[in-house]
């Protein structure tokens, strides 16, 4: 299929990009940059700031239209509702939807499938009253605008299968709502929002992925969709599993008056209950991966957040087999090559010449100007697919790093995926905004250096 995607690269976008290439569809990007560089998986990208028309070569790069489109861009929400924010949330959500159907009416066929993102906002507090599609819609400032967002949809014509998907609460290690609920419990100090009794509507990343991939290809599925998993659970049993999970207390309790001081009238949505149910999806024969809670919340927490261990993932696709890649990438020598000079990066040692299992290799660099001495391990070795080396000496408590190479389309995607913990926690997060600055910085760096040296990029339109 030919597919046009929004919102690639973001939580959901990303992984439904990648997994949309894995089965063979050939995607068209639509971000706000139109750089290929941004996405981590082979497609067109073109700039779009969600308002206006679509560039025409995108509309019809060789005379082709468009299979389907998976619209998922859109302001963050998570953020403090000033005038200015809930102008910018509910533009970047009605409006582009508008603009985009507009624009592709311009076509001979219009997709035969439309997946647009919505939320399961529209049903407000539901007062702990279980929510099915079915159950109507609550007013107020994100309820209405999900109103508008799915209501933009009955500009396509009868032949287009149409899907709102509303999402609940997106659970990923990676970014989202989950690592921000992390931060008090580090520390010791996590705990229910107020008395706990509100309703949270939670789904794993993958289940999340596989349920737009499910309605993608699913003719049943059409209209309002609920992406959450099959059992909401109460806010103090969602603190209790993740406290329970990293074996740390969940006692605080966060006042609720402390809470609308902070955030303002986006409070309402940590404060709401949302028991919502997906009747829809479990009716079309999807199959959850995770429909409980205590089992994602071990499959996302258990090794990388335990007493201060922090998660940093950097992805990139590039065209090529593993096989023609690996050997770059695992040669020590060449990590000088791709890490940025003001490190002042050089290997002055290593056990043995060839590759292995248990390989020591030492480095010398320079962090904010002080020279730092590095010990790596190599823990496993399992070309051309992946390596994980571990530091035995250097500047953190703990940095293990494991390097991952996939066929995915007719490249690579290439996943750097790092456990890392500050010595001397927890004080030493202090220098955490530091340190997580320096870290995105390096691997941008790599990034780019990547693209130069490698001469492989995404096709763009």
């Known amino acids: 299929m030919r597919i046009l995607l929004t919102g690639g690269t973001g939580l959901i976008g990303s992984q439904v990009g990648i997994a949309l290439a894995k089965s063979g569809h050939d995607i068209t990007a639509l971000t706000r940059k139109g750089n290929p560089r941004d996405l981590c998986f082979p497609a067109r990208c073109s700039a779009?700031?969600?308002?206006?028309?679509?560039?025409?070569?995108?509309?019809?790069?060789?005379?082709?239209?468009?299979?389907?489109?998976?619209?998922?861009?859109?302001?963050?929400?998570?953020?403090?509702?000033?005038?200015?924010?809930?102008?910018?949330?509910?533009?970047?959500?009605?409006?582009?939807?508008?603009?985009?159907?507009?624009?592709?009416?311009?076509?001979?066929?219009l997709p035969s499938v439309w997946l647009n993102a919505s939320a399961i906002g529209i049903y407000g507090d539901n007062n702990h009253q279980i929510q099915t599609e079915s159950a109507p819609h609550a007013s107020g400032f994100l309820a209405d605008v999900c109103k508008e967002w799915e209501a933009a949809l009955s500009e396509l014509p009868a032949t287009t299968r149409s899907v709102s998907l509303r999402f609940g609460i997106?659970?990923?290690?990676?970014?989202?709502?989950?690592?921000?609920?992390?931060?008090?419990?580090?520390?010791?100090?996590?705990?229910?929002?107020?008395?706990?009794?509100?309703?949270?509507?939670w789904i794993h990343i993958d289940d999340t992925t596989a349920a737009v991939m499910h309605a993608l290809k699913t003719?049943?599925?059409?209209?309002?969709?609920?992406?959450?998993?099959?059992?909401?659970?109460?806010?103090?049993?969602?603190?209790?599993?993740?406290?329970?999970?990293?074996g740390m207390p969940a006692l605080m309790p966060a006042p609720v008056f402390m809470l609308k001081l902070l955030l303002g009238e986006m409070s309402s949505i940590i404060l709401s209950?949302?028991?919502?149910?997906?009747?829809?999806?479990?009716?079309?024969?999807?199959?959850f991966q995770y429909p409980t809670?205590?089992?994602?919340?071990?499959?996302?927490?258990?090794?990388?957040v335990r007493k201060g261990v922090r998660i940093y993932v950097a992805r990139q696709w590039i065209k090529g087999t593993p096989v023609e890649h690996f050997p770059f990438f695992s040669a020590a020598e060449n990590l000088e090559t791709i890490t940025p000079p003001w490190l002042h990066f050089r290997i002055t040692a290593k056990s043995s010449e060839i590759m292995s299992n248990g390989v020591l290799i030492d480095y010398k660099l320079r962090i904010k100007g002080l020279p730092?001495?590095?010990?790596?391990?190599?823990?496993?070795?399992?070309?051309p697919h992946q390596f994980v080396d571990t530091q035995?000496?250097?500047?953190?408590?703990?940095?293990?790093?494991?390097?991952?190479?996939?066929s995915v389309g007719d490249g690579t995607l290439m996943t750097d995926r790092v456990l890392y913990k500050m010595r001397f926690w927890p004080l030493g997060d202090v220098a955490l905004p530091m340190v997580k600055h320096d870290v995105e910085t390096i691997f941008s760096y790599r990034k780019s250096v990547i693209d130069r040296l490698l001469g492989h990029k995404p096709h763009s339109s």
């Open 293 to 304: 809670l205590n089992p994602c919340l071990q499959n996302l927490l258990t090794v990388n």
């Open 219 to 246: 003719q049943s599925v059409v209209g309002p969709v609920n992406v959450v998993a099959p059992n909401p659970v109460s806010n103090a049993e969602f603190t209790k599993e993740i406290g329970q999970t990293i």
């Open 273 to 287: 209950s949302a028991a919502v149910v997906p009747e829809k999806l479990i009716q079309s024969g999807f199959v």
């Open 392 to 406: 035995l000496k250097g500047p953190y408590k703990l940095w293990h790093h494991t390097h991952t190479f996939e």
């Open 48 to 109: 779009w700031d969600h308002a206006t028309p679509l560039p025409s070569a995108v509309l019809a790069p060789n005379g082709e239209t468009f299979d389907a489109v998976i619209h998922l861009a859109g302001e963050p929400v998570a953020q403090r509702w000033t005038t200015s924010v809930k102008e910018r949330i509910k533009e970047s959500r009605v409006k582009s939807t508008k603009a985009l159907i507009q624009s592709l009416k311009q076509l001979k066929v």
């Open 170 to 201: 997106i659970l990923s290690n990676e970014g989202g709502a989950l690592p921000k609920m992390l931060t008090p419990f580090r520390y010791g100090v996590g705990g229910p929002i107020g008395q706990g009794r509100q309703m949270m509507s």
């Open 372 to 383: 730092v001495r590095w010990r790596t391990r190599i823990e496993s070795w399992a070309p």
